[in-house]
Nanobody, 127 residues
Framework: QAHLVESGGGLVQPGGSLRLSCAAS????????VGWFRQAPGKERDFVAG????????YYADSVKGRFTVSRDNAKNTAYLQMNNLKPEDTAVYYC????????????????????WGQGTPVTVSS
């Protein structure tokens, strides 16, 4: 059964770092766009970052630009989200998702466009 598995979340102090991983199981991530989203309690699921199938282009929400870096290793069937200088407002459940876009260079910021989702990994930024 095709699905994604996130890992790497946890509790971190403000200014700290975490690296999230997103491993595909039951299918190949090749040709899939990977998006990272987050959802805080009582809020909608928001786009955080995305990367094209070949890693050639990356996109970020303004709130994380310069602090987060999205990457992928297709040989390992895995994508990553490196999060630095974390802030309390980054606290949320983080999800990765995979989309097979009609145009390979497009990275959607809309959750409904994505075909596969992980179960989410919680990130708490607190002192």
């Amino acid at each position: 059964q095709a699905h994604l598995v996130e890992s790497g979340g946890g509790l971190v102090q403000p200014g700290g770092s975490l690296r999230l991983s997103c491993a595909a199981s039951g299918f190949s991530l090749d040709y899939f766009t990977v998006g990272w989203f987050r959802q805080a309690p009582g809020k909608e699921r928001d786009f955080v970052a995305g990367i094209t199938w070949d890693g050639g282009s990356t996109y970020y929400a303004d709130s994380v630009k310069g602090r987060f870096t999205v990457s992928r290793d297709n040989a390992k069937n895995t994508a990553y989200l490196q999060m630095n200088n974390l802030k309390p407002e980054d606290t949320a459940v983080y999800y990765c998702a995979a989309d097979l876009p009609e145009i390979p260079t497009v990275v959607s910021r809309t959750p409904n466009e994505y075909d596969y989702w992980g179960q989410g990994t919680p990130v708490t930024v607190s002192s």
